[in-house]
């Protein structure tokens, strides 16, 4: 099986580099770039409601993971995941608040800032995540998603984004890529035909 | 009609042989809508059999649904319940508690808004409650004047107007509270089919009621639309949002957005091409015009495939004659609808109480007070109706005019005055017949008649007299006037008409004293004008897309 095989190799590229292997550790954040990437775009595009170039996030955090790797300190694949996503929601918070920092006054900064709600950056991942072994096959599914989106034309990857990430009803799909509603219907079906299609091979692979 | 620009080409090919069915399709909409709005559902076995590729699509969606629902925020929206930081409103779960309201599910989505159908715990009542959806990142200017307008709309009483009840701020999130209306919107109502004239009129009335008394409290809806407008169980008909789009209106958050400009099907073309200063009262009558024509009719005003074309349609053309469309309609309803949709806003309706009036009139069976507009207005009405027949027309009398002068001005009867006029008369005769064809949506009819228009001022000129190389500059007219249909493959077959039209007409006449290179100039001159007019042509259209979309 594919998952299972990914599995340990994402679990052991964790392992090997955890032991100070650098090229393990490189390998590991490679694969993981287009899986940050879908959730980076996914994230800052719901938010600002318009297309966004989120590529100076996504290598932010892919930096950050690799200045902080020595502060890393779990093992699985869900903890490794739930690290990359805290570092990302940090860098999230503050490419969204640079992208509106002309629109904001300094009141509304510091009500921000010490808004009760905010997030702490230490927050406490293993309570969320309990970690059954069904999670990390999904973990690890995730990031074959991520990869198999990111080999879509263009267009495929711009409507999937759109319909199934970020959850925009075909009528605002057609709106903001600027075609009917016909078409971008029979657009999303072949996307996602496509996409099942190149998953099963990477699959096979 | 063919559209030749549409951008669904080349780099998508369909897959041949495999293109998935019509009922595949449907189901993957249906799944992805269920999935998304939280409950999920099977297979037909029936149809699973004779798609095996069924399950896959699915598991396949079904991933892509748990990875969209793994966003960052997720981890901390979960944990507090309230998610007052990065976790967005509509990225947590539902139901869950709001201040003292559950919300229980999403009713709508608009430009900056989120509705929510929301229970009070203590009163045990339902509500309608609004927030503005990217709120930790509205600047205070904005919540400022959110509050302000729901401080105005709380003003507001009227039997067809959705009241505002209260307004606060709960975990940093401003949020309105308005009457929850159990009904449908007029936009899921029309998706039955035909709604029946009298009960259009009678909630167009009510509508039309409702936004005259915003007007006289100075408030301008301006985003009038058939998803604006519920219908509740007792078939009354509400207006609501109201000036909320005022409220995020006439700064950056316009191009942030997408929405505010998104779709002009009911907009007035002042208030889609205008500047904001632009927009009155005449544009909300404009948009109940809009309404009534697509309850009319099943389609709105311009329904051209994309947003961009609507955009060119809205600006220079007219609607179709709402009878054509569907032949029950009344003339005195049309002529009101009609008058509704003038381009020029002192043209429609001065109030809405005035077309309210007017549509009362016409369902007790009275004459309707409507003023007939002044000739000149209907020829332009007319022109921009029909603007190829148009042009057409003008150019055939100028030259008929100038012929005619000829050969008043001439001694001797010339050979070539009675052909001439012929070929003007047949051509104003097939100009006629193709407008007809591309008003029945003929296929390829432009580029049939681009093709004839070629042909025949080939033949035309081929019968003039003396040296006719100053003529020629009649292809570059025609190459130039195609650009008016803002097709550039329509400009580029133009090119190749006028091109081939010239060598037959070289080759039937000759060209006598001229140096033997000269027709390729032309025809080099020719070209380069067809790609000029192309290349501009795509310009405008890739401008307008920045606009439309931003």
Redesign the interface.
């Known amino acids: 099986m594919a998952n299972s095989q990914d599995h340990s190799r994402i679990h052991r590229l964790i392992l090997q580099a955890k032991e100070g292997d650098a090229e393990a550790r490189d390998e590991l954040l490679e694969c993981c770039r287009n899986y940050v990437n879908?959730?980076a775009r996914?994230?800052v595009e719901?938010?600002?409601?318009?297309k966004v170039d989120a590529s100076d996030l996504v290598q932010q955090t892919m930096l950050e993971a690799y200045q902080g790797f020595q502060d890393f300190e779990g093992k699985t694949e869900a903890e490794w995941l739930?690290w990359l996503?805290?570092i990302?929601?940090h860098n999230?918070?503050d490419f969204?608040?640079k992208?509106?920092a002309?629109?904001?006054?300094v009141?509304?900064e510091v009500?921000?800032q010490t808004?009760?709600?905010?997030?702490s950056p230490g927050?406490d991942?293993s309570a969320?995540l309990q970690t059954p072994s069904q999670f990390m096959i999904?973990n690890e599914?995730?990031i074959e998603?991520?990869n198999a989106i990111a080999q879509l034309?263009?267009?495929?990857q711009e409507v999937?984004q759109l319909?199934?990430?970020?959850?925009l009803p075909?009528?605002?799909v057609a709106?903001?890529m600027?075609?009917?509603r016909g078409?971008v219907?029979?657009?999303w079906?072949?996307a996602?035909?496509q996409?099942?299609e190149t998953?099963?091979q990477s699959g096979e692979d | 009609m063919p559209t030749t620009d549409?951008?669904?080409s080349e780099?998508?090919t369909?897959?041949q042989g495999?293109q998935?069915s019509a009922e595949?399709?449907e189901f993957?909409?249906q799944h992805?809508e269920a999935l998304?709005t939280g409950d999920a559902i099977s297979i037909p076995p029936g149809l699973l059999e004779k798609h095996s590729?069924l399950r896959?699509?699915v598991?396949?969606?079904n991933?892509?649904?748990?990875?969209?629902s793994?966003?960052?925020?997720d981890?901390?929206a979960?944990?507090?319940g309230?998610?007052?930081?990065?976790s967005?409103s509509?990225?947590q779960q539902l139901p869950r508690e709001f201040g003292s309201f559950c919300l229980e599910e999403e009713l709508g989505r608009g430009g900056m808004g989120v509705v929510y159908k929301a229970r009070h715990r203590t009163l045990d009542t339902h509500y309608a409650l609004k927030m503005i959806?990217?709120s930790?990142?509205?600047?205070?200017?904005?919540v400022r004047r959110f509050y302000q307008e729901a401080r105005a709309a709380s003003r507001l009483r009227h039997p067809n107007i959705v009241s505002v009840h209260d307004a606060g701020e709960q975990?940093?999130l401003p949020f309105l509270v308005m009457t929850y209306i159990e009904g449908r919107t007029l936009a899921d109502h029309f998706q039955d089919g035909h709604a029946k004239i009298d009960t259009t009129v009678t909630h167009i009335i009510q509508i039309a009621r409702a936004v005259g008394y915003l007007h006289q409290q100075g408030i301008i809806h301006r985003d009038l639309k058939p998803a604006n407008i519920l219908i509740d169980e007792t078939q009354t008909a509400f207006v609501t949002d109201f000036g909320l789009a005022k409220v995020f209106e006439g700064d950056?958050e316009r191009?942030?957005?997408?929405?505010i400009l998104?779709?002009p099907a009911y907009m007035a073309p002042e208030q889609a091409w205008g500047k904001p200063d632009d927009i009155s009262s005449q544009c909300d009558i404009y948009s109940l015009g809009a309404i009534l024509y697509q309850l009319l009719t099943g389609r709105p005003p311009y329904d051209e495939?994309?947003?961009?074309d609507q955009m060119l349609r809205l600006r220079d053309s007219e609607p179709k004659l709402p009878s054509k469309l569907n032949p029950d309609v009344p003339s005195s309803l049309e002529k009101i609808c009609m008058r509704c949709l003038e381009k020029k806003p002192e043209n429609r309706y001065q109030v809405a109480e005035e077309f309210a009036d007017d549509l009362e009139r016409f369902q007790h069976g009275e004459p309707i007070t409507l003023q007939s507009l002044g000739l000149w207005a209907r020829l332009r009405r007319w022109t921009r109706r029909e603007p190829a027949l148009f042009v057409h027309l003008a150019a055939f009398l100028v030259i008929a005019i100038i012929v005619q002068i000829a050969e008043w001005s001439s001694t001797t009867r010339r050979d070539s005055y009675a052909p001439v006029m012929t070929i003007l008369v047949i051509w104003a005769a097939i100009s006629f017949l193709f407008q007809y064809l591309m008003t029945r949506e003929f296929m390829f009819s432009r580029r049939t008649w681009i093709a004839c228009d070629a042909a025949l001022f080939t033949a035309a000129v081929a019968n003039a007299q003396g040296p006719i190389e100053s003529l020629v500059t009649g292809y570059a007219l025609l190459i130039v006037a195609s650009s008016m249909w803002y097709r550039p493959k329509l400009v580029a077959v133009t090119t190749g008409a006028s091109v081939v039209s010239y060598s037959v007409l070289l080759a039937y006449r000759g060209a006598a004293d001229t140096p033997p290179h000269y027709p390729y100039l032309v025809v080099g001159l020719l070209l380069v004008i067809g790609g000029i007019v192309t290349s501009l042509v795509r310009r405008i259209r890739q401008l307008l897309?920045v606009r439309?979309?931003?």
Not at chain 1, 46 to 50: P, V
Not at chain 2, 255 to 259: H, L, Y
């Open positions: 879908v959730i996914t994230n719901t938010w600002m409601r318009a739930g996503k805290q990302l929601a999230t918070h969204i608040r992208f509106r002309a629109k904001r006054d009141k509304r009500r921000m808004s009760p709600g905010e997030s927050i991942l969320q999904q599914r995730e998603l991520a034309s263009e267009d495929y999937i319909r199934n990430l970020q959850r075909f009528d605002e709106e903001r600027g075609r009917s078409a219907q029979m657009l079906a072949r996602l035909k996409l099942q998953l099963s | 549409n951008n669904d780099g998508n369909p897959e495999d998935l595949v399709l993957l909409e992805c998304q590729e896959e699509l598991d396949c969606m991933m892509l649904e748990s990875l969209a793994s966003p960052v925020s981890v901390h979960t944990r507090d309230s998610g007052g930081s990065f967005s509509m990225m959806r990217a930790e990142f509205a600047s205070d200017e904005e975990d940093g950056g191009t942030m957005s997408g929405t998104g779709t495939e994309s947003p961009l897309a439309s979309r931003l």
